[in-house]
């Protein structure tokens, strides 16, 4: 089972306006949530994370929050920017376990 | 600095043949992940190593799989024999945090195809 859910597998965003993904967990257990962008023939690369001590977490034009009562959280990034258009994964995990659990990811395109 | 090196970053088999993946890790990062990619599933782990010690290997499909981390700088990933439905991208990721969360570092892939 998925524990770790990404719908609206696509999003298009004009430059210079917000781009807004969301995920949704099923493990309330999960205490630490990061954020990984996918450019085409590379490897998914670290971009914000989150633990469950914290409901925002901000880093430059990224920003995560946490809703542990709902089990969802959200990226927002503004302003979008061409360079951002890629795929966006959710990953969860338990703090103290190196396991984390993926989404299926997300398809940003910014157009410019 | 080198990331993370996996090789071949292509393989395209035919079915019933044995494949091997390798993986070089950060130097200095003690934990080591396998993952593979697909449409239907996106990022699966399949197994995980801290020190070169297999610590969890429940996400391996089946017997066809094995890993191994014979040190801490090299890792590999064998399929035999493969299957059309092992066709995916294999990730390989290292992690310099044991025990509490850290950021994974993840390779190019390997993009396996099984006719």
Redo the contacts between chains.
């Keep these: 089972d ?1 524990q770790v859910k990404q719908n609206s597998p696509s999003l298009s965003v004009q430059e210079g306006r917000i781009s807004i993904l969301n995920c949704d967990y099923t493990n309330s257990m999960f205490d ?1 949530f ?1 954020w ?1 962008k996918k450019y085409p ?6 971009l914000i ?1 989150i633990s469950s001590i914290k409901d925002k977490n901000e880093d430059g034009r990224f920003t995560v929050f946490l809703n542990k009562s709902a089990k969802h959280l959200s990226l927002h990034i503004v302003p979008s920017q061409p360079g951002d258009s890629a795929v966006y ?1 959710c990953a969860a ?1 338990l ?11 997300n398809q940003v395109v910014v157009i410019p | 600095d080198a990331g ?1 090196i996996q090789s071949p970053r292509h393989e395209v088999t035919e079915m019933g043949q044995e494949v091997t993946l390798r993986c070089k890790p950060i130097s200095g990062h003690n ?1 080591l ?1 396998w ?1 593979r990619q697909t449409m239907m ?5 399949l197994i ?1 190593f ?1 020190n070169n010690v297999p ?2 290997d429940s996400g391996m499909p089946e017997d066809r799989f094995s890993a191994k981390m014979p040190n801490a700088s090299f890792s590999t990933l064998k399929i035999q024999p493969s299957e059309p439905r092992d066709s995916a991208v294999y ?1 390989c ?1 290292s ?1 310099a ?13 390997s993009r396996l195809t099984v006719l």
């Design positions: 998925q630490y990061l990984y023939a590379e490897g998914p690369t670290f994370s994964f995990s703090y103290g376990n190196n396991r984390l659990a993926f989404g299926k990811g | 993370v934990s992940f993952y599933r996106g990022l699966e782990l995980y801290n610590i969890d990730f990721a992690s945090r044991q025990g509490g969360t850290g950021e994974l570092f993840f390779g190019e892939g």
